[in-house]
C-alpha cells in the first residue's frame, strides 16, 4: 500500500498511542512534585510521532532516514524512562502501565527499525526528486518486469500466451 498521508502509518498511529497513554500515566498524582520528569517523558514520547510526521513530510528518502531514526531514538528515550520509573518506589503501583507503555514503545521502534532498513537500500530518492522522466522510466521498468514474468510463465507452462 502506498501512504499519502502520515497519519495513515500503522507506525504513526502506534506513536500516537504511545503518546496518549504516556500522557494518561503522566497525569496520574503519582506524578505530582514530578514536573520535569513528568515532562520530559511526555516531550520524548510525542516526540516519536512528531518526528515520523516530519520526515514523511520533507519529501526525500535521506530526509525520511534521518527523522526515522530521531524518532527511534525518542522511542527509546521513552522506554530508558520507564525503566527508570519501575525502579522509584513512588511508582509501584504503577507497575503494569509501565510494563505496557515499555511493550508499546520497544514495538514503535522495531517498525521504524524496519521501516528505516527497508529504506536503506531504496532506489527511490523521494517524492521532491520525482520528475516526470523518472515517472516514465519507473512505469517502463515496471511494464517491462511484467512481461518478462509473463514470458517466464509462459515459459513454464503456467500460463497461456496471450494472442
Known sequence: MKYE????????????????????????????????????????????????????????????????????????????MLCLLETLPEFENLKFEISDLKSRAESVSRQLRGWADSLQNSKIAGQRYLTEKTRRTEKFRKEREQFFEELDQIRRGHLKPKI
Open 5 to 80: 498521508r502520515f497519519e495513515q502509518l500503522p507506525v504513526w498511529q502506534a506513536a500516537i498511542e504511545l503518546a496518549r497513554r504516556v500522557y494518561a500515566l503522566a497525569g496520574k498524582r503519582e506524578f505530582r512534585g514530578q514536573r520535569s520528569l513528568r515532562d520530559q517523558i511526555e516531550r520524548a514520547a510525542v516526540s516519536v510521532s512528531n518526528n515520523v510526521a516530519e520526515g514523511f513530510e520533507r519529501g526525500t528518502t535521506q530526509e525520511l532516514l534521518t527523522f526515522l531514526y530521531i524518532a527511534r531514538g525518542s522511542a527509546g528515550e521513552v522506554r530508558s
